[in-house]
């Protein structure tokens, strides 16, 4: 499988968080070998490494919901029979296992839980399983029933003396003898014994490490790291600097030079915003600006309302911001005096603020009600020279897992991306990655992208018109990416008071020459892999057609759910291979860091599915890892989780910056979320107080989200 070693090292990393429970052999949260009823809780997780001969499982796991947990694996079975080749080694197989959380544990009544393993792929090991749950403070007691390699009842309890340690054991009446791989026995014979037992150790720092006694004849040892997506992996923080608040009033300033302060505040370099625009009326300020400077939009308005909280006069009575995208405005925030007044002493909690506090922009230069009258005005000044042209090196790293291939599945590019951008205010952006191989050993014939060519990766022109304060278009021409040259037009229409768009996207691509800088083929390319000299070839000759326009075309239709932050994607039409179907996308957002799959059914299907592909959907801000600066600096990936595919069906060629990425962010629904939260947090770490940074991952049952049992006992929480 393609690009999987993303998902075992990288893609889940986040801040490390103390947790009660801890991984099991497969990293799903358990005992040994059987899950338990508990979950990591809503964006937290591990990733996870165990070797329990004849098995060793590389893992990462992740509340995707407070009442799902999803668990994405490599297994690799090292038994001399399974031996694929002295350069494959063992036999590799990937799974994705699924745990639903239906009830967390009231008085008497245990938590319950049930799940699937293994439901993709070649599904080795599916089975089925069901778990009760009874935890009082430091100890828990498991009992649970699973199907297939499960084999019946099973049971166990973990108990922890010491923050730091872990007791666990375990019946487990697990039947090795239907584990076969290619028509091999991998474990012929019954286990020994049906009881494991050990210990796990707990660091603060999120890393655990565990030592066991399994099967009355190995000795299994495993390590992981705690993550939480709401938080960064290696810590540091990036709180603005509190700075004194202003205390005079409205008629004791000058407002002239208040406006001015506050945009040459607001527009200093290293802020993070350009092109920032002050004005002042009768006790009214409002501001406009485009974040450049960081991961999120979110972020941006919080940190520019913040600022302006101590800049402003006490007695200010609306204070609004408008956020920019290329030089046009897409949402409002209002806040009132009261409001500031919290925020200016630290004092403000996200239930402070209100759903009508967020709107879409009017279609003025700066955002404001038409016929509005301001008194003063400042900016944009130098602050419009802000981020208008950058260039930048990076590494890229670009690793691949396969075991359909006959050579050392684990290979890896190394490569330097030279990168240029060009920002305007006029709706004009342009883009260019250069992507130079430095260290390769990827050979993948249907990848031959991945050679030694120094290549343009990406390079795009791109323009962005508002029509109507909801209604947007967006095109792009160039290198959309390594495979196709060409353009994309996409039209938006976000529906005023909901969390609905509809739209369309338009394609027109040519296929790229994979051995140039830049190159277009006459003809359309056709390779394979000659096991004869074990290299792939590509050729481009007049027997596969001229390389002409391809057009692509989907009617798309989206929904932003508020209550966890996620994205769902509708798309219906014709992709670049000419197959026609639909694609659905499910993402999750934990502010800038996301997480979703990718479903897509067309009139092609892979072999042996009823479907033609199904993947992952990353994208990890450099904040994930460490916010000790303002950095706009992110990761996507997308990567099928089959281990065989249609190579060009329901294939949709890349993407610079899509509509969702520079408007739906700024979707006023998605800002009330967001926002009230972002400042809190802020607030929270200005005062030096860390109880936010402490809570838990939320976890609760799908019994409770279905009956909205969960929202009144938060509200108690509140109160």
């Not at 800049?311 to 897409?330: H, K, L, Q």
């Amino acid at each position: 499988m393609r690009k999987l070693l993303y998902s075992l090292f990288i893609i889940f990393i986040s801040a490390a968080a103390a947790t009660a429970a801890s991984p099991s052999n497969t990293g799903f949260t358990g005992l040994w070998e059987y899950p338990t009823a508990e979950v990591p809780g809503d964006g937290a997780g591990w990733i996870h490494y165990s070797r329990y001969s004849p098995y060793r499982t590389y893992a990462a796991d992740l509340g995707l919901f407070p009442w799902l947990e999803f668990n994405l694996r490599l297994t690799e079975y090292e038994n001399d029979a399974a031996k694929v080749s002295d350069a494959f080694g063992y036999y590799k197989d990937k799974g994705l296992d699924l745990k639903l959380l239906l009830a967390e544990q009231e008085g008497f009544r245990p938590a319950l839980a049930a799940g699937v393993i293994d439901i993709m792929g070649t599904e080795l090991r599916k089975g089925y399983f069901g778990a009760a749950t009874w935890r009082y403070k430091n100890a828990a007691v498991t009992v649970g029933y699973g199907s297939d390699m499960y084999n019946g009842f099973y049971g166990g309890l973990s108990w922890s003396p010491l923050e730091w340690l872990e007791f666990k054991a375990e019946y487990s009446p697990m039947d090795y003898t239907k584990e076969r791989v290619s028509g091999v026995l991998i474990h012929p014979k019954e286990a020994d014994s049906k009881f494991n037992y050990g210990v796990v150790l707990k660091a603060k720092c999120g890393l655990m490490g565990s030592l066991s006694y399994q099967r009355g004849e190995e000795l299994c040892f495993g390590v992981s790291y705690a993550y939480d997506l709401n938080r960064p992996l290696f810590g540091g923080k990036h709180p603005p600097k509190p700075g004194e608040a202003n205390s005079k009033d409205w008629d004791g300033c000058d407002i002239g030079k208040l406006t001015a302060d506050l945009q040459e505040t607001l527009g200093a370099r290293g802020f993070g915003l350009r092109n920032v625009v002050v004005l002042a009326g009768d006790k009214t300020i409002h501001a406009a600006f485009e974040n450049i400077g960081y991961a999120s939009q979110t972020q941006a308005v919080a940190r520019a309302v913040i600022t302006a909280s101590r800049n402003i006069p006490w007695d200010t009575e609306s204070f609004t911001c408008a956020v920019m995208v290329r030089g046009a405005p897409v949402s409002c925030v209002s806040l009132n005096q009261e409001q500031m007044s919290l925020i200016r002493m630290d004092k403000f909690r996200a239930f402070d603020i209100e759903r009508r506090s967020f709107s879409w922009a009017e279609k003025t230069k700066y955002g404001t009600p038409p016929g509005t009258k301001w008194d003063v005005m400042a900016g944009p000044g130098e602050s419009r020279r802000n981020g208008w042209g950058e260039i930048r090196a990076a590494l890229a790293f670009e690793p691949r897992i396969d075991k359909q291939l006959d050579k050392m599945p684990f290979m890896a590019r190394t490569d330097i991306d030279w990168i240029a951008q060009l920002r305007s205010s006029q709706g004009w952006s342009a883009y260019l990655k250069v992507r130079q191989p430095l260290h390769n050993n990827v050979e993948i014939w249907w990848e031959p992208e991945m050679n030694d060519t120094t290549r343009i990766w990406k390079g795009v022109l791109s323009y962005l018109y508002k029509f109507d304060k909801n209604l947007w278009a967006l095109g792009e021409f160039g290198y959309l990416d390594e495979n196709y040259f060409g353009g994309n037009l996409w039209g938006r229409y976000y529906i005023s008071q909901t969390n609905l768009w509809a739209g369309g996207r338009l394609s027109a691509t040519k296929e790229r020459e994979y051995d140039s800088f830049g190159g277009i083929p006459e003809y359309k390319r056709d390779y394979y892999y000659d096991y004869s000299k074990r290299e792939y070839v590509t050729l481009y000759l007049p027997q596969n057609g001229d390389n002409g326009w391809n057009l692509s075309w989907w009617i798309e239709g989206g929904y932003h759910d508020s209550t966890y932050n996620a994205d769902l994607t509708a798309r219906y039409g014709k992709f670049v291979d000419g197959d026609k179907g639909y694609r659905l996308d499910a993402v999750r957002n934990w502010d800038a860091a996301r997480v979703g799959f990718y479903y897509t059914d067309t009139d092609r299907k892979t072999t042996g599915k009823s479907f033609t592909d199904a993947g992952m959907i990353l994208h990890l801000p450099l904040s994930a890892w460490y916010d000790g600066h303002a950095s706009n600096t992110y990761w996507d990936e997308e990567f099928t989780m089959l281990s065989t595919f249609r190579l060009f069906a329901g294939k949709m060629p890349g993407a610079w910056q899509t509509p969702e990425t520079l408007v739906g962010e700024l979707q006023p629904e998605r800002l009330y979320q967001e926002v009230g939260d972002q400042i809190e947090r802020l607030c929270l770490q200005m005062k030096g107080d860390e109880a936010l940074q402490e809570e838990p991952a939320k976890a609760y049952g799908f019994v409770d989200y279905l009956t909205g049992k969960w929202r009144r006992d938060i509200a108690i929480t509140d109160e």
